[in-house]
C-alpha cells in the first residue's frame, strides 16, 4: 500500500520543497502553534507541531492549510528535562503508548544528516520514535511498522501516521539520499501510511557564509497527546558512552525500551576491540571532525568531546562481553517516582 498525503499517493519523484508546494497541508500554522500553546500551559514544548492532523482532532477550527513551514523552523528549541523522557541515540527506537505510567516524552537530537521518523497509530496511540542514519533504511522502517502495529493489533479505528525531520542541504547529500529512502520504503509497506509531518533536507535548512546547517537537530514527542516539538536535551539518559559505542562499531538498528515492563533495555551488546583507538585518541579536534563526521561543519558544539568519551569507553571495554555483560544479560532501567532512571538488579527481579 501506498505512502499518502490526504488519501493521495506522494509522488517519490518530487524534491522536497515540492512536496510541501503540491500539498501545503504538511505545513503547520502559527494558528494551530498559539492554539497547542493555549491548550498545554508550561507543559508544552514550543516547536514543531503535528501539521495535518488525524480525524480525532480534524475539528480544531484553528488549522489552516496555507501558511508556510517557517512558523515550524522559526520556533526555538526548549530544553527537555529528564523526568518522564525516553531518551533515543542514533540507530535506536522505542515504541509505547498513552497507558505507560512511567515514559511520556520520547526525544533524539544532534541529527544533521540524520533523520529523526516519529511513526504513531492514530487509534491505539501507540507512539514510535527513531534516529536513522541511512546503515539500512528497509530493516529499520520494518522493525518500527511492526512495533507499532504489535500495540495496535486489537484496534478496530485509527490509521499509521508519519512524521520526518532531519537532515538539509549538505555537500554529500546524504540528507537527500536518506530522505528518498524513507518515503520509497514507507511507499513500499502493505499498511496504508499517511505523512503527516514533512520538514527534511532542503526544508531544514540554513545558510551562514556559505555554510549550510540543519534548523532542526531533535526533537520530541509527547505519547500521551501525539503533539511534537521542537527541543533539545542536556540529559541522554543511561549508559550514554555505552550506546554510542554500540553505534560506533557499526552494530545494527535496536529497540531499547519494553513498554510493558516499562523498562529501559541496554544490551547485551558485543564488539571487536576499535582498530587503532589509540591513534584516534591522540588526533586534535579537527582531524576527528573531518574523519568521523557526515557533516563536519555542522555538528553540534559537543559533537568531538562526545566522540573522544566514546572512543575512550571503547578503549577501555574492548571485549563488552567480559567487562560489561558477564552474564549476557541486559542493564535494566527503570523510572522511580521522581520520573528519573534508577538501575534494576536482576536480583530484585
Known sequence: MPLLINGARIDLAQPPGEVIR????????SKTHDYMLA???????????????????????????????????????????PKGLLYIQQREFAVTTPKDGSVSILGSDDATTCHLVVLRHTGSGATCLT?????????????????????SNDTECGRLEVHLVGGFNDDRQ?????????????????????LVTFCVTELNDREEKDNHFPIIYGIAVNVKTAEIFHATFPDKGP??????????????MTNIYDAKTEQLHIGPYFWMPFP?????????????LQNLSTSPLAEP???????????????????????????????????????????VRFETI
Not at 491548550?39 to 508544552?44: L, R
Not at 542493564?331 to 520520573?339: S, V, W
Request: net charge negative.
Open 22 to 29: 503540491t500539498h501545503p497541508q504538511l505545513e503547520p500554522s
Open 39 to 81: 491548550c498545554c500551559g508550561n507543559q508544552s514544548l514550543s516547536g514543531l507541531l503535528i501539521a495535518n492532523p488525524s480525524s480525532e482532532s480534524l475539528a480544531s477550527p484553528f488549522v489552516t492549510e496555507d501558511e508556510k513551514a517557517r512558523v515550524l523552523r522559526g520556533q526555538p528549541a526548549q530544553t527537555v528535562g
Open 131 to 151: 534516529h536513522c542514519d541511512g546503515s539500512n533504511t528497509q530493516a529499520e522502517v520494518s522493525l518500527i511498522m511492526s512495533a507499532v502495529k504489535s500495540f
Open 174 to 194: 546524504l540528507s537527500q539520499k536518506l530522505t528518498n529512502q524513507l518515503l520509497r520504503t514507507f511507499d513500499l509497506q502493505q499498511d496504508d501510511v499517511h
Open 239 to 252: 549508559d550514554e558512552d555505552l550506546r554510542s559505542a554500540r553505534t560506533l562499531t557499526g552494530a545494527p
Open 276 to 288: 587503532h583507538v589509540d591513534l584516534w585518541l591522540e588526533q586534535d579536534d579537527k582531524q576527528i
Open 301 to 343: 558544539p559537543h559533537f568531538v568531546s562526545h566522540l573522544r568519551s566514546t572512543l575512550l569507553f571503547l578503549k577501555e571495554h574492548p571485549f563488552p562481553a567480559d567487562s560489561l555483560f558477564p552474564n549476557r544479560k541486559p542493564r535494566l532501567y527503570k523510572k522511580t517516582e521522581e520520573g528519573l532512571w534508577e538501575r
